[in-house]
């Protein structure tokens, strides 16, 4: 399984970005697909997760901003972030899950400035 992560750059606080993964088999094949982040000197985390069945869950401090959405049509899973903080500042990866084998796309630089 190969994803393809696109759309991160540079905004200023309040902005909007979106962000798009593409998976290289069909979406439902996959358990749980996401988007996590890396700060420096942070651990990653998990921003916002899609199971297979389309059950959305979300990190408490992006809650009301951001939306994970899907097409399956292009197997391609979207983060789309509003309100932009300083904050959410980081690399974003996108991930996978099937049984027991996790995947993860190349990281996408997100920066806001205030």
Do not use: H
């Not at 309040?14 to 979406?27: E, F, N």
């Not at 809650?63 to 391609?76: E, L, P, V, Y």
């Amino acid at each position: 399984v190969q994803l393809q992560a696109s759309g991160g750059g540079l905004v200023q606080a309040g902005g909007s970005l979106r962000l798009s993964c593409a998976a290289s088999v069909s979406i439902f094949t996959l358990d749980v697909m996401g988007w996590y982040r890396e700060a420096p000197g942070k651990k990653r985390e998990m921003v916002a997760a899609i199971i297979s069945g389309g059950n959305t869950n979300y990190e408490d401090s992006v809650k009301g901003r951001f939306t994970i959405s899907r097409d399956s049509a292009k197997n391609t899973v979207y983060l789309q972030m509003n309100t932009l903080e300083p904050e959410d500042t980081a690399v974003y990866y996108c991930g996978a899950r099937r049984v027991t084998e996790v995947y993860w796309g190349q990281g996408t630089q997100v920066t806001v400035s205030s």
